[in-house]
């Protein structure tokens, strides 16, 4: 592994008394880059940067293009947690990694494995005089971002971790993401304690374009985490959110920002290639916003990489050679959107065409009604054998999700082996200044520890 070392050879002149003695002193430190920008693809393996790549591609082209995420890898990471939770890490356990430099235990939000407090990048940023910012698309206060801006023994206690941004709230110049569940709360409106402590509050992406630039910004726009980026009115939210904490932050001191792509996990947990593909878009419209930054602000690193891979997405399944993403670009909204929009209204061939953007077969027809039907099987039981109270058309919806996932995974040839995350070793990306640290294969600590060596001691 490379490391960037700039020899200052700096001249003292000394003078004393009558006397005049020049002599040179060789000063060898690392060059600190002004601005770093931290970005966690969440759940985003390497299957998820593949998938891109051939989703992305020009059809009228003989070769296969080059992504972003293809011209900005330098290496790879593993995400083992602490040994206490195994060799699968959970977001908390895997953000604390990339915030702090500490392995933790599932469940660790800025804590490591004693539950104790452990500093991460974004608060020595701060403490050395730099503007923070912290831009995701999940709530604010969900496990990455939270590991990042604050300390909790466990990653559910999501009202606590609220509270304590508010206490903290001189560590953050610049927020955006959603959480309305948890911060507009019938016990505390920590809204208007923002309000009250300087923060302007904006709750619409509009919004983005009347701040004033002296003072520090809270922006919420979801009740939990924002529309999948198929179904939001801004598909490319994560790169407008991105350009406008820039703009605010950037000063003489320099930023630290951390961006998440957040539901690339959410997208895996579900099995949905879909909305995965929608968010993979957005992040890397996103790189390619800070590709140009980097241009034209050279003393900006940007690094990325995933916390863990999730879903166990597989592109080829069910012992075919093949994987096809073309229905992918047609689809008009997430499968979950569509379910949404089925269990209200009749299907027919038109409307799903239109739904879906590809022409349904019969037999994929057939699944979506066979899926509408109210039956019994489809209630899920509790353990004492009786139905949950579930809605029937909450019912009707989540199997019309799950038919329309699986038309998505036969169609394109996905395959998924878990609801949850898998141990793979992930992708890093990095470019701007000092990006060369980052290179071959490392471990998610030394990403923050890098980090802080970059932004210097205190
Ligand atoms: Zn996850």
């Not at 060898?28 to 970005?39: A, G, L, T």
């Not at 320099?254 to 099995?271: C, K, R």
């Not at 004492?384 to 989540?398: L, T």
Request: one cysteine or more; aromatic letters at 8%; proline letters at 3%.
């Amino acid at each position: 592994m490379k490391s960037k070392l700039t020899v200052i050879a700096v001249t003292l002149l000394v003078s004393a008394c009558n006397s005049t003695k020049i002599s040179k002193v060789e000063v060898v430190e690392p060059s600190h880059p002004k601005n770093i920008i931290m970005i966690v693809g969440d759940g985003m393996g390497p299957a998820y940067t593949s998938a891109y790549r051939y989703f992305n591609d020009d059809p009228n082209t003989s070769e296969i293009e080059d992504t972003v995420f293809d011209r900005t890898l330098v290496g790879m990471s593993s995400t083992y947690p602490a040994k206490v939770s195994g060799v699968v890490t959970d977001s908390a356990a895997g953000a604390t990694a990339l915030s702090a430099g500490v392995k933790t235990y599932n469940g660790a939000i800025g804590v490591d494995v004693n539950k104790q407090p452990v500093e991460t990048v974004l608060e020595r940023a701060k403490s050395l005089g730099k503007k923070t910012g912290v831009v995701v698309t999940s709530q604010i206060n969900h496990a990455t971002p939270a590991s990042f801006m604050a300390h909790n023994v466990k990653r559910s206690n999501y009202n606590e971790i609220a509270d304590s941004y508010v206490e903290n709230h001189a560590k953050y110049d610049f927020v955006l993401g959603g959480g309305w569940k948890f911060f507009l709360r019938e016990d505390r409106n920590l809204i208007t304690e923002f309000q009250d402590l300087g923060f302007q509050y904006i709750d619409e992406y509009a919004g983005l374009a009347t701040l004033q630039k002296d003072k520090p910004v809270i922006g919420l726009f979801g009740d939990v985490g924002l529309p999948w980026a198929l179904d939001d009115s801004d598909p490319s939210r994560l790169k407008t959110m991105t350009k406008a904490a820039i703009e605010h932050i950037e000063n003489e001191q320099g930023f630290f920002m951390l961006i998440e792509a957040s539901q690339v996990d959410w997208a895996g947990h579900s099995n949905d290639i879909a909305a995965a593909m929608g968010e993979m878009q957005d992040l890397a419209m996103t790189l390619e916003y800070l590709e140009q930054y980097v241009a034209t602000h050279p003393d900006t690193l940007v690094v990325l990489t995933a916390d863990h891979s999730t879903g166990g997405f597989t592109l080829g399944a069910d012992g075919q050679y093949s994987w096809f993403p073309e229905v992918l670009k047609t689809i008009q909204h997430s499968p979950s959107k569509i379910a949404e929009k089925l269990v209200d209204t009749e299907i027919t061939q038109q409307y799903v065409d239109e739904l879906f953007g590809f022409t349904l077969t019969e037999a994929e027809l057939a699944q979506l009604e066979e899926a509408k039907e109210p039956t019994k099987e489809k209630q899920q039981l509790d353990s004492k054998g009786n139905p949950y109270a579930d809605s029937s058309a909450n019912i009707q919806k989540k199997a019309l999700y799950a038919a329309a996932k699986h038309i998505v995974d036969k169609r394109t040839i996905t395959g998924w082996t878990t609801g949850a995350h898998t141990a793979v070793d992930v992708p890093v990306f990095a470019f701007g200044s000092q990006s060369d640290i980052f290179n071959g294969l490392i471990t998610n600590t030394e990403i923050a520890n890098k980090v802080f060596s970059l932004l210097g001691e205190k």
